[in-house]
């Protein structure tokens, strides 16, 4: 007989020891843990502990409090929260008195760090740990051990051939066993038959898709705990040098100390900026750019870079983004003897996208009115970097075409030496005075670069002397960054490979009949049910059967010098088990 399918015969039932044979050629495609939510803990402190480790580190439950880490994180996403923005946390608390209390109690104006989410974050990590430690040892077993031999019946198989052939059953075996290798199996000689297995990249996928987990919950982690960020805003000419004190404000992780901070200082040569000076997208931004030179330590050579918006400057781990822009006056101001008690570059904050700006110049010492009495000078500033007549509320194009500054001075006491603490930007005028001119109104002015406001009285005098640029750095600083991509990559790839890889088991039996002639079956099985195991033992059938081609079935005459046997045809198996 040239080819030949078989299965179990209708409504036959397998014996015992073919399901226990079956099963054991089955055995080990995986190392999934054994489901154990269904058993029963066994009695006693540490029959519940068993049990408890054993739900804890079950794939169910992983899953569980992975989908309650995602949960948890929404809050986090739609609530202002402290570590990220105290004063829209302040505008929340104000403006729901009700709920905040709650939200208080819950931990949800900062998620990330309360005891809920580093709970479920905590058992997550352990689950994946108590997970993944024996089903590697296991796979590791698998590795070192052989493939079982093959089943006593290899018709129950899903993907089963057989035919009949006048080679030794010693050849069949031995071209079967080089033909598996060559097919990058491991395959070994067992008793009558070869047993062949491949896919263990499947399982080693799977695992490097857990392991990666662990890993970026590491990172991720390490990151938040001593990750630092803080807000500098420098003016062209200026500097920064990265101590705390330097930072307009800052934040970081709770295990995070000021000695992790990266030693490096940096100048803003110039900031460039360029917009679109026509069509409907007139004055939006096209180049925001910083030139900057910068040096690494102490005593670190000095070198030069460029700062973009979305292109930062790595130091170490530390991380320079480019978030702002605006415009800084520089302001000079006289007393009334004419000494110079004030003159630097006064950063305004810009208030639309034309860069109308605002801000406040504070004169704290050293001034003295026409009678030599000493005090305090703030100045209220309006800046238009395009002014155009009958625009006057607001710039008309964000660059300096036109730039002028309007000037509100007041005389007095700022408060500054009350101990409250307040805004560089904003001018209490709770105990200041206005300054009148000849008509007895407020005094206000308009300034074009060199230009000078006269205080009335012989007060001194304020010049406009012309306009620098500031750019505002976010430095962040965040470790195991690159853990987390990494694991973030891997994970792509181990999933990848869990997905599209299939573990599978190929036997080949060659045997003498009982009327002398040679019968070589194969069976193929699968971790899961799948078309390629059978199209995968098709091809090698066809290429064994070309090495040990069938012989005619005794009962019917012998083919002719002309004509051709069929190959053996795979198909699954009636009634096969997986």
């Known amino acids: 007989m040239s080819k030949s399918t078989v299965g179990p015969a209708p409504g036959e039932t397998p014996a015992a020891s073919d399901e226990q044979d079956l099963g054991a050629a089955g055995s ?22 068993r049990w408890f480790w054993r739900q804890l580190t079950s794939m169910r439950v992983a899953l569980l409090l992975l989908l309650l880490l995602a949960l948890g994180a929404i809050p986090g996403s739609l609530i202002p929260q402290s570590g990220t923005d105290e004063t829209k946390v302040a505008e929340f608390r104000q403006a729901h008195g009700t709920l905040a209390p709650v939200y208080d109690r819950l931990g949800l104006f900062h998620v990330y760090s309360s005891v809920w989410f580093s709970a479920i974050y905590i058992l997550l990590f352990v689950s994946l740990i108590g997970c993944i430690v024996p089903r590697t040892w296991q796979f590791v077993g698998q590795l070192r051990s052989r493939p079982p031999g093959a089943p006593k019946r290899l018709t129950r198989l899903p993907a089963y051939t057989t035919w009949r052939t006048d080679t030794e059953p010693e050849q069949v075996r031995a071209a079967a066993l080089t033909l598996l290798r060559k097919r990058r ?25 857990h392991i990666a987990l662990i890993v970026m919950l590491v990172a991720f ?7 630092s960020e803080g807000n500098k ?13 330097q930072y307009n404000d800052f934040k970081s992780g709770n295990l995070f100390s000021t000695d992790n901070l990266n030693p490096f200082s940096f100048t803003l040569d110039k900031f460039t900026g360029t917009y679109e000076t026509s069509g409907p997208n007139t004055g939006t931004a096209r180049t ?12 670190g050579k000095d070198k030069k870079a460029v700062v973009k918006v979305n292109h930062p400057l790595e130091i170490d781990d530390s991380k320079i983004y480019l978030t702002a822009h605006g415009y800084a006056p520089v302001i000079t101001v006289r007393d009334g003897k004419g000494n110079v008690v004030y003159r630097d570059a006064v950063p305004l904050l810009p208030l639309d996208s034309n860069i109308t700006s605002s801000g406040v110049i504070k004169v704290l010492d050293g001034y003295r009115d026409a009678k030599g009495a000493g005090e305090q000078l703030g100045i209220s500033a309006f800046f238009l970097p395009t002014y ?12 300096l075409r036109n730039p002028v500054l309007n000037l509100t001075p007041y005389h007095g006491d700022l408060g500054v030496d009350s101990g409250i603490p307040q805004s560089v930007y904003q ?30 009285n012989g007060a001194g005098s304020v010049t406009y002397e012309g306009t620098k640029e500031w750019a505002n750095f976010q430095i962040t600083q965040q470790p195991a960054s690159g853990w987390a991509l990494g694991g973030a990559i891997a994970a792509i790839f181990g999933l990848a490979g869990s997905l599209f890889l299939q573990r599978r088991r190929v036997w080949v039996r060659a045997v003498k009949g009982d009327d002398g002639v040679t019968v070589v079956e194969m069976g193929g099985l699968g971790r899961s049910e799948s078309a390629k195991v ?18 005619p079935d005794p009962d019917t005459p012998g083919p002719s010098a002309s004509s051709v046997s069929p190959e053996p045809e795979v198909v699954p198996a009636e009634g096969a088990e997986k």
């Open 28 to 49: 080990q495609l995986s190392t999934a843990p054994v489901d154990t939510l269904a058993s029963g803990p066994a009695l006693g402190l540490i029959g519940w502990a």
């Open 185 to 209: 199996f491991r395959a070994h000689p067992a008793g009558d038959a070869v047993a062949a297995e491949k896919g263990y990249l499947r399982e080693v996928g799977n695992l490097s898709f």
């Open 221 to 227: 982690a390490c990151g938040q705990l001593y990750k």
């Open 233 to 245: 805003l420098v003016v062209e000419g200026d500097g920064f040098s990265n101590t705390l004190t």
């Open 288 to 299: 925001f750019q910083s030139a900057i030179t910068y040096s690494v330590g102490a005593y």
């Open 388 to 399: 155009t007549k009958g625009s006057e509320a607001a710039s008309t194009f964000p660059a």
């Open 427 to 456: 001018l209490d005028k709770s105990h200041m005075k206005e300054f009148k001119d000849s008509k007895g109104a407020q005094l206000r002015d308009n300034l074009k670069p060199g230009e000078t406001m006269t205080l009335p």
């Open 534 to 551: 059978p199209e995968e033992l098709g091809d090698l059938a066809g290429i064994l059967y070309d090495q040990a081609p069938s012989t």
